[in-house]
């Protein structure tokens, strides 16, 4: 695979956040994934978001795991910590560096294959357990890297790019973090940057667990049955001695309405996406109403978007296991080996 460096040179009239950084510091390689792929769009908003926030990138640690959303990381935040870990093993990966280095701001990007599937049981329990940090799903309903197969959160009646209907239920990744206690619980799409950004800042600075759904289309399966232009169709007919591929090129599909109102979004393939964006006078600490308007909103065919829940006085992991301020990386022998009067303690509660 070919990849394209940026220049090292910036444009001098660029404009620096408070740190003297330019939104260039905070970026990436260049992405390879397909064009107008929406996780492009959801790295550019952590980017300004960061960017916005004068976060130092020395200071950011980026996880994430298997699939087009974890290749995500690569293309943002390029000169901060990064561990690309193994399928839907991110959460887990993540808490042990939390535990290790408190000082960090965790970033954690996910799709919903790694979290919803294979890693449903790490994502609830990063949840439960309020580890500190931002986790992005980059939801676009299939396994890009495999072929387009449902994922876990493709809804019942959805059709595949070979015209398989989806009868399974979907996992609504939002419902369960409500369920499952995190402190912060919002929903976008990734081409409404004026609602993403927004969000993504609120999240960062949060403190304890705090979950972003981002529908993110997938621009690649949307060819259709039939069409002698289908990949499929060529695929079937080539002779030829070697195979080589092309994604065409897709507009990036962005959005723009007002609070309160429902919002109908063609995707690539001609599916219609009916977005819900909150209204301006929900109240977003009411954790039971939160699950309420999901439920309501989803009879209706609707993907209600906006910050549906926070805890204001929300705890993370280090307050539940009541861990000490420094850092635990940074503690020496005398402060891990306890004495033998410290252990006498210990073995006289056992007793």
Do not use: W
Not at 204 to 213: C, Q, R, S, T
């Amino acid at each position: 695979m070919t990849y394209i460096a940026k220049p090292r040179l910036h444009h001098p009239l660029l404009k620096p956040n408070g740190l003297g950084f330019t939104r260039r510091d905070y970026e990436g390689k260049v992405s390879t994934l397909c064009a107008g792929c929406g996780h492009d769009s959801i790295s550019a908003a952590i980017i300004q978001a960061c960017y916005d926030l004068d976060l130092p990138p020395h200071r950011l640690a980026k996880l994430s795991g298997i699939g087009c959303s974890s290749k995500t990381p690569d293309y943002f935040l390029g000169n901060s910590h990064g561990f690309n870990s193994v399928h839907g093993r991110m959460p887990s990966v993540l808490t042990g560096a939390n535990l290790a280095n408190r000082e960090l701001i965790y970033l954690g990007v996910s799709g919903d294959g790694d979290s919803a599937s294979i890693g449903l049981g790490q994502f609830a329990h990063s949840m439960r357990r309020g580890v500190n940090m931002t986790y992005i799903v980059e939801n676009n309903g299939v396994y890009g890297l495999t072929k387009g197969q449902f994922s876990a959160t493709s809804d019942p009646g959805s059709k595949s790019k070979k015209g398989v209907v989806n009868h399974d239920q979907s996992i609504d990744l939002v419902g369960l973090a409500l369920q499952l206690g995190a402190g912060f619980v919002g929903r976008a799409f990734s081409g409404d940057k004026a609602q993403l950004i927004p969000l993504i800042k609120a999240a960062i600075l949060h403190k304890g667990a705090a979950f972003i759904d981002v529908i993110s289309p997938c621009v690649q399966f949307n060819n259709h049955v039939g069409s002698t232009k289908s990949f499929d169709y060529v695929r079937e007919h080539n002779a030829a001695v070697n195979r080589m591929d092309v994604i065409l090129d897709r507009d990036e599909i962005t959005v723009d309405y007002a609070p309160g109102t429902v919002e109908l979004v063609t995707q690539h393939d001609g599916s219609v996406l009916k977005l819900s964006k909150l209204p301006t006078d929900y109240d977003p600490t009411d954790r039971i109403a939160a699950m309420n308007q999901l439920q309501v909103h989803h009879a209706k065919g609707e993907i209600v978007t906006g910050l549906l829940f926070v805890d204001p006085e929300s705890k993370d992991l280090h307050d539940h296991l009541g861990t000490i301020k420094t850092p635990l990386n940074r503690l020496g022998d005398a402060e891990l080996t306890p004495s033998a009067a410290a252990l006498a303690a210990i073995n006289e509660t056992l007793r």
